[in-house]
Nanobody, 121 residues
Framework: QVQLVESGGGLVQAGGSLRLSCAAS????????MGWFRQAPGKAREFVAA????????YYPESVKGRFTISRDNAKNSVYLEMNSLKPEDTAVYYC??????????????WGQGTQVTVSS
């Protein structure tokens, strides 16, 4: 079993920045890819970013490419999402996920509880 706990969400103005963190515990040796997804009210959960075990490969959808950066610290069993130039349409609950080896696509096996990000216009 793997437990994922997100932190760092909040309210920010459009154009601002936020950094999300995700701490993993449990059977972390089984984790390979880690990533972030988000879900806005009334919409399906969507992929935001993924990173492989070594941190050498990342993958983003076009909607966030160039604005969001995913990184990880395996010594701390943590993954981060740096979000810049935030837009109101980035408002959503952001979920940390842990999965298998693939990052494109990433297939999550575990989810965090989510952290709210609200971007005001």
């Amino acid at each position: 079993q793997v437990q994922l706990v997100e932190s760092g969400g909040g309210l920010v103005q459009a154009g601002g920045s936020l950094r999300l963190s995700c701490a993993a515990s449990g059977r972390t040796f089984r984790m390979n890819a880690m990533g972030w997804f988000r879900q806005a009210p009334g919409k399906a959960r969507e992929f935001v970013a993924a990173i492989n075990w070594s941190g050498g490969s990342t993958y983003y959808p076009e909607s966030v490419k160039g604005r969001f950066t995913i990184s990880r610290d395996n010594a701390k069993n943590s993954v981060y999402l740096e979000m810049n130039s935030l837009k109101p349409e980035d408002t959503a609950v952001y979920y940390c996920a842990a999965g298998g080896s693939s990052i494109a696509p990433m297939i999550p096996g575990y989810w965090g509880q989510g952290t709210q990000v609200t971007v005001s216009s």
